[in-house]
């Protein structure tokens, strides 16, 4: 992607596995996740990133620690993030440094270039070529003899140039090459205000990135053209009027504003963005097949719900057929752990995907990538009570104490295991699909083997751990998908 050089990328995806980690990983381990390549290129790139990080943090804040015996490991204290580590990685890489440089004066010296950044212009020239590869779906191109220029509309290279920016740096006050940037965050801030929109000073500061590109590209003469307003889906986008304090700005930038914003954070936006008239196009068209997939096969969904899809589905489509973002930059705007998910809520991925089955039988192909799906799934946790997407199973308590004492103990366990299994007592233990009780010895007699798990007096640790395997097991071979 946009000629990022191979090892730039590995250090990446170690970072991102290793903070997933909690323990210790080999160094072979980490090749056979990967299978991006042999153990000796890990091992030196892990070298390369524990230097990295020595440079960047304190060891007590941030360090790697590579050990032979044990294997590889990320000591962070949650008060740092790894922020500051990957803009230096990314920044670093010359595709990078390229794209930034010519985005930014569009024409740059070749021959100052590469007395700049130590590279020789054969070199120069290969890197340009690999990122002119995945520039082609922009159509966009850089030419490079004299000069390096960047051809192409407008509009599509003030949208790389932000996809490039919040990639790596996510907010402007981390631009450091960016002057005057207390200026950029008073307009981004007064544009806010005009908006009626509250939103905290983070948020912000990243969409100040958007403010600065607009800026930067009017005071150097490069304005945006018919071409985009000849979009249908741009040209049908109904915005609130613009600003006096922009009256410099031409209608189409002010536009461009107000995407951009609406493309980091939907829900912010739904008074100054109108969905009217799109109602024929296919946003709608979609996001009603799957409201009428997702209330036939789960629940029905309310009309303060239906305007959240409608919403995120207006996104995405404003997200790849008028800002042309691909899905590997969206998702890096809303990280997604699909494991993390799968592990903890089996029953509800299991359910979801085989709405999302039905769904892309009938949904046009740019609502049926990875990242789409993983907002939708996203989406889906905010439609469904918890109790829909946790298996239901029923316990019987069998004890000899007091009613409130049961009660007490109830509660506990049903307290204990709330986010991750739908609990529920029952009073009749034939009913059960698990006895739990605080007696030793049971003369049950049961039509069938209904498993039993002893516990103390007061439900100890060792107790929850022998209910939670149980459980396991019952779900893995009594669940019917058919509670969802």
């Not at 390369?48 to 000591?75: C, H, S, T, V």
């Not at 097949?289 to 589905?313: D, G, L, T």
């Not at 039905?358 to 192909?365: G, K, L, T, V, Y």
Request: net charge positive; with cysteine.
């Amino acid at each position: 992607m946009f000629g990022i050089n191979k090892i730039t990328y590995l250090k990446l995806e170690i970072i991102n596995l290793l903070e997933k980690q909690s323990d210790f990983i080999s160094s072979s381990k980490l090749t056979e996740i990967l299978k991006l390549s042999s153990q000796s290129t890990i091992k030196k790139v892990c070298q390369e990133l524990q230097n990295d990080i020595e440079k960047l943090y304190p060891a007590n804040q941030f360090e790697m620690i590579i050990n032979q015996r044990y294997g590889i490991k990320f000591n962070r204290n949650n008060q740092v993030s790894n922020l500051k580590l990957i803009e230096f990685i990314i920044s670093s890489d010359l595709a990078y440094e390229i794209i930034q440089e010519i985005c930014l004066k569009r024409n740059v010296s070749t021959t100052q270039f590469c007395l700049e950044k130590h590279v020789s212009l054969s070199q120069l020239r290969r890197k340009i070529k690999e990122i002119n590869d995945s520039l082609k779906k922009f159509e966009l191109h850089i030419s490079i003899a004299t000069n390096m220029k960047i051809i192409g509309n407008e509009f599509k290279i003030r949208t790389l140039f932000f996809n490039i920016l919040f990639l790596v740096h996510r907010k402007i006050t981390n631009l450091r090459w960016v002057v005057n940037q207390e200026e950029y965050l008073v307009q981004t801030r007064k544009i806010f205000n005009y908006l009626d929109l509250k939103i905290n000073d983070a948020y912000i500061d990243a969409i100040a990135i958007s403010y600065f590109i607009n800026s930067i590209s009017i005071k150097n003469n490069h304005y945006l053209d018919q071409t985009i307003e000849n979009n249908f889906y741009f040209k049908e986008i109904k915005v609130k009027e613009k600003p006096e304090f922009l009256k410099h700005w031409s209608n189409s930038e002010w536009k461009f504003m107000i995407l951009s914003i609406f493309i980091s954070d939907p829900s912010t936006i739904d008074s100054v963005i109108k969905l009217a008239p799109l109602e024929e196009i296919s946003m709608p068209i979609n996001a009603l097949k799957w409201i009428k997939i997702f209330e036939a096969e789960v629940s029905k969904i309310n009309p303060a719900q239906k305007n959240i899809i409608y919403f995120r589905f207006y996104k995405h489509l404003v997200a790849k057929q008028v800002l042309q973002l691909s899905d590997y930059l969206l998702s890096f705007s809303h990280p997604f752990d699909y494991d993390f998910i799968e592990k903890n809520y089996p029953l509800f991925v299991k359910k979801f995907n085989q709405i999302w089955q039905i769904f892309s039988q009938q949904a046009d192909d740019y609502f049926l990538s990875n990242y789409f799906k993983a907002e939708c799934m996203i989406l889906s946790f905010t439609l469904l009570p918890q109790q829909t997407y946790f298996p239901k199973i029923k316990l019987y308590l069998y004890s000899e104490y007091t009613a409130p004492f049961n009660t007490y103990v109830q509660e506990q366990i049903r307290t204990y295991f709330s986010n991750r299994f739908n609990l529920e007592f029952v009073e009749n233990q034939r009913s059960a699909q698990i006895i739990i009780s605080t007696e030793d010895d049971l003369n049950l007699q049961l039509p069938s083997k209904i498993p039993v798990i002893s516990i103390n007096l007061y439900v100890l640790k060792k107790d929850l751990k022998a209910i939670e395997k149980q459980l396991i097991i019952t779900v893995e071979n009594d669940y019917n998908p058919t509670y969802l």
